[in-house]
């Protein structure tokens, strides 16, 4: 290699951040690592576990022990924070779900009849999206009053072995949807396997309470009056 020619430096592949953290491990690791290294080859060679002379090798190899330790743990680091991200996000191997833009231009433009009526047409398509039933269900019932529709949707959704998110949506869609009929039968089976199916959780717990008012409720409207 010639005077003038390049010098390979990894650093130099290594963006800004990534020599912050490595900065960071260096001042927070190094003179941590090299003080205990030195100790522990000292409590060696008082121990006489090993000679004087390894024990000055030993000593003159913590500087490159210590280098050898903050790349470990910086690339330790990475490597953990890449694959947590990567489990977050899965990594872009579960898709994202499906759109659909004739239908979302009709809902902008207030034409939700006709909106329903593409989302029932890609429904008989495609049976086995649960997203398009979801979102006819919730078109049905905020905007045209269709009310059966929805509960038949929601209910076809949770039949249809969705996955966890769609199942949960569809709950609390039959839950919401009752809630606005005023059908508090109804409302008072879903709240009870709502809370069932997901025990353990905030939404379960505030399921729950729900039904304990509602029950409450009834029992007071029902109990006779006295006469005054």
């Given at each position: ?113 006709e ?14 999206d ?57 409302l008072?089976v ?39």
């Open positions: 290699m010639g005077a003038g020619d390049p010098v390979d430096n990894p650093l130099k592949d290594i963006d800004s951040a990534e020599r912050a953290q490595l900065l960071k491990v260096a001042v927070f690791f190094g003179p941590p690592c090299f003080v205990m290294l030195s100790l522990a080859w000292y409590f060696c060679a008082r121990q006489q576990w090993i000679s004087g002379g390894v024990f000055l090798l030993l000593v003159a190899l913590n500087l490159p022990l210590t280098v050898a330790g903050i790349f470990a743990i910086h690339r330790g680091a990475g490597v953990a924070s890449t694959g947590l991200v990567k489990t977050i996000f899965a990594a872009g191997n579960i898709p994202p779900p499906p759109t659909y833009p004739r239908q979302d231009v009709l809902i902008v433009r207030g034409q939700y009849a909106a329903a009526d593409y989302f029932r047409d890609h429904i008989r398509i495609e049976p086995g649960h997203e398009a039933r979801l979102q006819l269900a919730h078109l049905v019932e905020t905007r045209l009053e269709g009310h059966d529709e929805a509960e038949r949707l929601y209910q076809e959704v949770r039949r249809m072995q969705p996955d966890p998110r769609q199942e949960l949506r569809a709950a609390n869609g039959l839950i919401d949807l009752y809630r606005r009929m005023g059908r508090r039968d109804r008072r879903e709240l009870a396997r709502f809370a069932d199916r997901y025990r353990g959780t905030a939404a379960s717990r505030a399921a729950a309470r729900e039904l304990k008012e509602l029950k409450a409720a009834d029992l007071t409207s029902e109990s006779p009056r006295s006469p005054t």
